[in-house]
Structures are given as structure tokens and as C-alpha cells.
């Protein structure tokens, strides 16, 4: 219904601003529940980084002890290393330890 004195393009004008309103409002409400959404997936993403900022932390936590590990093993095989080669030196010189008496008499008797 055309108000007097009102043009018709007018008319047409106001009633396509109304439907482009409308379908802001839908938009909008669209973009709200999206960021609504995205708000709590972000929520999730940061517990998940969270997690994963703990997990990394007990990892170098790990790899310390690992790294201390390591080196105690380093320094354990060094020291074997040392009293292996004493063993060997002892062996050479008195290689009659670890013979009980019956191989000692027996070695006598046969002259092994």
C-alpha cells in the first residue's frame, strides 16, 4: 500500500533495506553460534596444548635422567675397562688362582 505523496521507487527501497536487515540478522546470528563454537574448540585446543606443554616438560625431565643415566653407565664401563685389564694382569701373574686342588695335583701329576 503506497502512503500519498510517497514514490513508489522509495517504497521499493524500504522494503528491500528490510529483507537485507533480516538477512543480516540471520548472518549474525550464524556468526555468533559459529564464534560461540569456535570459542569452545579453542577452549579444547588449549587444554590439549596444555597437555602437551606437561608432556614435553616430563620428556626433558626423561631425557635429564636418561642424559645422567648415560653418563653414570660411561663412567661404569670406564672403571670395568680398568679392573678388567688389573684381572688380566693378575691372571698372567699368578694363574694358579681359580684352580681348586684336585686340578692343581692333577696339573702336578701330569706336568699340564
Known amino acids: ?15 528491500e533495506l528490510k529483507e537485507l536487515v533480516r538477512e543480516l540478522l540471520v548472518t549474525e546470528r550464524e556468526l555468533t553460534r559459529t564464534s560461540k563454537s569456535m570459542d569452545s574448540k579453542m577452549d579444547k585446543l588449549d587444554v590439549a596444548n596444555e597437555r602437551l606443554d606437561r608432556a614435553l616438560a616430563e620428556l626433558r625431565g626423561f631425557n635429564e635422567k636418561l642424559d645422567r643415566l648415560d653418563a653414570r653407565i660411561a663412567r661404569l664401563e670406564r672403571e670395568l675397562a680398568v679392573i678388567r685389564g688389573g684381572m688380566e694382569e693378575i691372571a698372567e701373574i699368578v694363574p694358579e688362582i681359580g684352580k681348586g ?3 692343581k695335583a692333577k696339573q702336578a701329576l701330569t706336568g699340564d
Not at 500500500?1 to 522494503?15: E, K
Open 101 to 103: 686342588p684336585l686340578e
Open 1 to 15: 500500500m503506497l502512503l500519498p505523496g510517497v514514490p513508489r521507487r522509495l517504497v521499493d527501497d524500504m522494503g
